[in-house]
C-alpha cells in the first residue's frame, strides 16, 4: 500500500478532522478509499473530542481559581471588629430604649399582648 498523497480526499465539513484525518491515513500508509477516509474521519472526530474534553479537564480548577479571584475582586473590605461591636452596642441600645419607652406606656404593652393573645 501507499500513503495517501491528495489530502483533498480526507476534506470535510470540519478542517481540522480532515487534516487530522490525512495525517492519520499518511502515518499508516493507508490508500485514500472511501471506508479508509470515513473511518479515519471518524478516528479524527473521536481524537478531538477527547482532547477537547481533556484539555478542559485539566483546565476547570484553573478557572474556578480565575472566577473566585474575581468574584472577590468585587467585594468590599469586611466591617472590622470594633464597626461589628459598635453596631451590636447600639442595637442594644435601640432595644433597651424600646423596653423603657414601653415601661413608661403600660397602656401599649397591655394593647400589644392582648393583640398577641388572639
Do not use: K
Not at 470535510?12 to 484525518?21: C, I, P, V, W, Y
Not at 473521536?46 to 467585594?75: F, K, M, P, S, T
Request: charged letters at 20%; hydrophobic letters at 50%.
Amino acid at each position: 500500500m501507499t500513503a495517501p498523497t491528495d489530502p483533498a480526499a480526507f476534506r470535510s465539513e470540519d478542517r481540522l478532522t480532515g487534516l487530522l484525518a490525512f495525517a492519520l491515513a499518511a502515518e499508516r500508509q493507508e490508500e485514500a478509499s472511501p471506508e479508509t477516509v470515513a473511518l479515519r474521519q471518524r478516528e479524527a472526530e473521536a481524537a478531538l473530542c477527547d482532547h477537547a474534553l481533556r484539555y478542559l479537564h485539566n483546565n476547570i480548577e484553573r478557572l474556578r481559581q480565575e472566577a473566585v479571584a474575581e468574584q472577590l475582586g468585587r467585594l468590599g473590605r469586611p466591617p472590622s471588629f470594633l464597626r461589628l461591636v459598635a453596631a451590636n452596642l447600639v442595637a442594644l441600645a435601640i432595644l433597651v430604649a424600646a423596653g423603657g419607652w414601653l415601661a413608661l406606656h403600660p397602656e401599649t404593652l397591655a394593647g400589644v399582648t392582648g393583640l398577641l393573645a388572639g
